[in-house]
């Protein structure tokens, strides 16, 4: 190579030769000018720094401008030469667009991993984005041992390699979005507001095919207020994804919560739904374009330690047919007529309130359950769709039921004295309860309270006692029919004259004494009772 010196004299002397000659207008456009050599050095080509060779050739004057706004370093002062001008020029050149630093997934063309040995173990390596990291670490994860029960082939070990990486998501949009973009912002609290929102919108349909029941969402509202008074609110999801601690916390918290209304800690059962709620929330966070959870928190119950729920310990009451019989007797006005009815069908609360008079079929053999009422609120839905059906009844209990009706061909079967659906928490505090509990004077019937459900686990008892037929059991209590293909081809549960004739044959299983529908007219004045003679 020639030395610097040599290349600044043959600078000098092109130089003296282009004096006398000629310029073509179009030379000069560019930093450097490339420049022939005499016919003697036919091969060689000469690199003009502008600054150098501005007194000897014409510049056109935008290339002049731009050497004056941004002059070069000299050849004599730089110590470095005329290669090191022109790294410096290309550099300058280059800068025009703009440096990218801002990480970007489109920009990666994704990645098998690096298979290596590590001690006794084959392991792949690959980079991964980390929560509050700018660089991505390189993560390492084990593969297979290096000999002895189960090691790999080569292609084996990658093939496992590449599963490795898929798995963890570190090539996936998700995993970027919620680890580089602006999703790691979203907190628990956030993220709740707008679950619930999604569960409470009524063109939303759940699993069962019907929208999110008004009971549901209102028990769902107080775990959420729950939530947001708890440190938990304000946790980030995606730091759950590395650490579940906070969630563990707060199910320590709930653990160890004494329940005010009964004294006792909070159930396993409640605890459940309190994880529900929790983890249903995190899941709800989607990637907008892919829809796959943007936080895949592998729940681990090493951490969570959640409190098992015991079947056998579940708080599940019932009567016996002698309680009945009792509660019966005690009940006074159109209460009675209701608890005999809630007995004899094993209807669900909300079914029994929100029955009208049009839906009494038959001379008030059949009942036809369409709707239900929910705190006052008529709602054209039921539980789950296998809940519409017919209800046949046993002919005491249809006499019951129309001396009770009378003349009436419109409105609620048991209503109020403002002609409204009865309240299902009213019903409880001032007529089951206190039959149930007793005073100083009278004797409770159980000595426990229990809710109107106990009338319906009463019959299902009574049902499976009675011999009824499994598809029939389930069709009058509103369970889903089908769980093997016996049940899917049995079609006797749609014979209207089967059912008739099995309603009686089963019974009630408990004593209607004689002259209860005998209300005094202080007693139907007194409970809104209106039924007849």
Known sequence: MKSEVQHAGELDSFATRNESAPQSPQSGHHDCLHASSPASEPDREYFVDTSVAAEHLQIPSIATALAEVAPLPDVTTTGTGLTHRLERDTLRSSNATAKRTRKSMSRRRGQDGHVEKSGRWYVVRFWQDMPGQEERAHIRKRICPVSGKGSMSASERKRRAKEIVQQSGADTQE?????????????????????????????????????????????????????????????????????????????????????????????????????????????????????????????????LLMPKVNPKKQKRPTFTAKQVTQIIERAVGQFRVLFIVLAATGLRISEILGLKIENVLDDCYRLRIVEKNYRGRQEDRLKTPNAERFVELHSSVAMLLREHIGKRTSGWVFENEEHNALDASNLLKRHLHPILMGDDETPGVTGWKAGEHAFRRYREGHLRRSGCPSGLNKYWTGHSLHQDMSDLYDGSVMDEAYRMEMAEKVGIGFEIPAGCTDCTEKEKEATGAVASK
């Open 175 to 303: 995993h970027f979005d919620r680890v580089v973009l602006g999703s790691t912002s979203i907190t628990m609290r956030e993220q709740a507001d707008a679950w619930y929102a999604l569960m409470s919108n009524p063109r939303r349909i759940g699993k069962n095919g019907l929208p999110t029941a008004q009971s549901t969402l209102e028990s769902w509202a107080c775990i959420i207020d729950e939530i947001k008074a708890d440190k938990l609110s304000d946790v980030p999801l995606s730091a759950l994804v590395e650490d579940q601690q906070p969630v563990a916390d707060f199910i320590t918290k709930l653990v160890n919560t004494i329940v005010p209304r009964t004294g006792k800690p909070m159930e396993a059962k409640t605890i459940k739904n309190y994880f529900f709620v929790i983890k249903s929330t995190v899941a709800s966070a989607k990637h907008k374009s892919t829809r796959k959870p943007l936080f895949p928190v592998a729940w681990d119950n090493d951490v």
